[in-house]
Nanobody, 125 residues
């Protein structure tokens, strides 16, 4: 059984920074991509960012470009989401997910095989 364990959420003031971690726990697995999604109250889950595991190629939602940076440590099977210049509208539960196959769009929640438990990020004004 593979689990994704998240950490790093919390409460920050607007303009502040936060770094989320997503560590694979349990049996080792190969991942094509690690994605980050968020779900705000009353909103659908939306794509935030993703990174391919091999090349480290990032992709971001327009809403977070220039503010968020996604990275990964292949040896540790851990992904990171560095969030800077946080805004109140970034408030949401953030989820990490791992995708084992290159098939399917990495912005689609349905193509991911494993999901983290989610962590709350709250940005106050």
């Amino acid at each position: 059984q593979v689990q994704l364990v998240q950490s790093g959420g919390g409460l920050v003031q607007a303009g502040g920074s936060l770094r989320l971690s997503c560590a694979a726990s349990g049996r080792t697995f190969s991942s094509y991509s690690m994605g980050w999604f968020r779900q705000a109250p009353g909103k659908e889950r939306e794509f935030v960012a993703r990174i391919t595991w091999s090349s480290g190629t990032p992709r971001y939602a327009d809403s977070v470009k220039g503010r968020f940076t996604v990275s990964r440590d292949n040896a540790k099977n851990t992904g990171y989401l560095q969030m800077n210049s946080l805004k109140p509208e970034d408030t949401a539960i953030y989820y990490c997910a791992a995708k084992s196959s290159p098939v399917g769009a990495t912005t689609d929640t349905n193509v991911y095989d494993y999901w983290g438990q989610g962590t709350q990020v709250t940005v106050s004004s």
